[in-house]
């Protein structure tokens, strides 16, 4: 495992448990438990583009991708309240902005990064694919470090003014492979699922990233699903109780 593995590892996962019961809260033992991931509690944020000139079908285009990758809409110029704000550079060079991660984390800063399509080389002349490279390279040293609570990217469309080629989708909002290469990341890499079946004290534990979780259990042929939300920094226990099978 590498160091930045370990640190994603570390700071941006824990252990979970669910406690299956019964009607009168008497553990569930042997029962069936699934659970998934729905949302991130980290925030993979993104500034929406103008599409006031937009065809009604190339706006719901538009928003269905958003919500592909990211789980933060950011207008324009947002700031969070106590964070501080990190603008990527332009053809950044990765090794020195972990640097400046540290050098701003060590004064007690929570940082927010905020990228563009230059800061990894999207452009009109661009290699895409070494684009998409570098963009997943970025968002795995910012989701690493302990400090960093969002990325942010801004310039999402090559249709908005001044964008110049440099956002995910094109002009056509068909993806780039930088597009699909943080959907990957996001919903694939650091994505959490986990199955098994409930222990002696009807307790079923998993890891998985901070974010919330559908939790379905199944005692023969009853289900019951519910919605949970796994924070850092807070006990992660849930308790599930099971529905009555009607005869």
């Known amino acids: 495992m590498t160091r930045t593995q370990r640190q994603i590892e570390e700071h941006r996962t824990g252990e979970a448990c669910i406690e299956v019961r019964d009607a009168a809260a008497r553990p569930c033992v042997g029962v069936s438990v699934s659970v998934e991931q729905e949302t991130h509690e980290f925030e993979f944020g993104c500034v929406p583009p103008n599409l006031d000139a937009a065809s009604e079908t190339d706006r719901q285009r538009c928003h269905d991708r958003l919500g592909e990758v990211f789980n933060r809409i950011v207008p324009a ?45 999207l452009g009109p002349d661009a290699d895409d694919r070494a684009a998409a490279e570098r963009a997943a390279a970025l968002y795995t040293l910012c989701f690493a470090h302990p400090e960093v609570r969002a990325i942010v990217w801004d310039g999402f ?91």
């Open 77 to 121: 110029g947002t700031l969070t309240p106590g964070a501080t704000r990190l603008d990527v550079p332009n053809a950044v060079h990765l090794g020195r902005h972990g640097q400046e991660l540290d050098r701003l984390a060590a004064g007690g800063e929570r940082l927010e990064v905020w990228v563009r399509g230059e800061c990894v080389g």
């Open 157 to 247: 469309w090559d249709g908005e003014v001044g964008s110049q080629g440099t956002g995910l989708l094109r002009r056509d909002f068909s993806p780039k492979p930088a597009f699909r290469y943080l959907l990957k990341l996001i919903e694939t890499v650091w994505h959490s699922r986990s199955n098994s079946v409930t222990d002696a004290d009807g307790r079923f534990r998993f890891r998985g990233f901070f974010g919330d979780y559908r939790v379905v259990a199944r005692a023969g042929p009853v289900a019951t699903t519910a919605l949970f939300s796994f924070r850092d920094g807070v006990e992660a226990r849930f308790q599930l109780q099971l529905n009555e099978h009607k005869r």
